[in-house]
């Protein structure tokens, strides 16, 4: 029996009214992600990377996929084969595997056009205890979304996240829940490469953070601190002359960025929580930058200064 007879036995799932199928499509909401510890992967992209995720760690729970997808996808029949009856993270479970229809792959999906896959993963979080400490995380380099509301604004910041470096994902009360379907797939897979740590309470956390030796910096609009005269400093001490403005922060030392709400951004109390207030300069003439985007700006000004630094 080829794969994908393994897949279609004992048949094509065709019913979208199907109790297993309603159970997915519960993943969509925030109420039944939290009764049932797991969230949905749509995509073939993030459930790529889901699959490469779980033949390190086990984190999947089923897979569905529909014959078009199937012929489409060489690469990702061929994860799907070598994940196909490995354990999940709960004991004596295997990963389920089945073939269906477009009209059950719809009714499983949050998607308005799905793209032919969904699978179900666990959700993984760590705690704080995994972050400091000998045999923990000991980031260089954190991002924080600070009452974010919007998936894919929280999704872009995890994929500058990933794409920067960054060695963790933290987001604070009142962030949308970054297990959210529209979250889920902006981050285009970059969700499994990060450790995450969800709902935490920012002035304790900061407080922690910085009694590690990381520098807690807001990216705030009315900063007093350009990110262009931290970069230039940065520069300037890896080439052993004077900076053209000094600044009291190096942007090579250990650093977590706070980045705040679209629509408000950081109130009062985030703005105290961090070492210093910085500003990502507008040099054309737009008012402002979204959130997303300032956050892979200053991430990679980070991550470009800790590398030269190295």
């Not at 699959?51 to 996808?73: N, S």
């Not at 479970?93 to 032919?116: H, W």
């Not at 923990?136 to 990933?162: E, F, Y």
Request: with cysteine; proline share 5%; aromatic share 6%.
């Amino acid at each position: 029996m080829d794969f994908f007879e393994r897949l279609a036995t004992p048949v094509i799932m065709n019913n979208p009214s199907a109790d297993r199928v309603k159970d997915v499509a519960k993943l969509a909401n925030r109420s039944g992600r939290t009764k049932s510890g797991q969230f949905l992967v749509e995509g073939p992209q993030a459930v790529r990377e889901a699959l490469l995720a779980h033949q390190k760690k086990p984190l999947l729970d089923a897979v569905y996929i529909t014959e078009k997808a199937f012929d489409r996808h060489e690469d990702l029949v061929e994860l799907l084969e070598e994940v196909y009856g490995s354990p999940t993270p709960e004991p004596g479970r295997k990963v389920f595997m089945r073939m269906v229809t477009d009209e059950v792959l719809a009714a499983m999906a949050e998607a308005v056009t799905p793209q032919g896959i969904v699978a179900v993963a666990f959700q993984r979080e760590i705690s704080p205890a995994d972050i400091w400490g000998e045999g923990a995380i000991n980031p260089k380099l954190v991002a924080v979304l600070t009452r974010v509301q919007d998936p894919g604004n929280a999704g872009t910041i995890v994929r500058a996240a990933d794409a920067a470096g960054a060695d963790l994902i933290i987001t604070t009360k009142g962030t949308v829940d970054l297990y959210n379907p529209k979250a889920v797939r902006s981050t285009a897979g970059s969700l499994f490469h990060l450790p995450l740590l969800q709902g935490i309470d920012l002035e304790d956390f900061a407080e922690d953070a910085k009694g590690q030796g990381i520098g807690v910096l807001a990216a705030d609009g009315y900063g007093r601190v350009s990110l262009d005269d931290l970069q230039d400093a940065a520069f300037a001490a890896r080439a052993g002359v004077e900076p053209r403005k000094k600044v009291k922060y190096d942007l090579a030392a250990p650093t977590m960025w706070l980045f705040g709400n679209e629509a408000q951004g950081l109130n009062d109390e985030e703005k105290a929580a961090a070492s210093l207030r910085v500003a990502v300069p507008i040099h054309g003439a737009a008012e402002s930058l979204n959130v997303g985007m300032a956050a892979g700006v200053c991430l990679y000004a980070s991550a470009l200064a800790q590398n030269r630094k190295q």
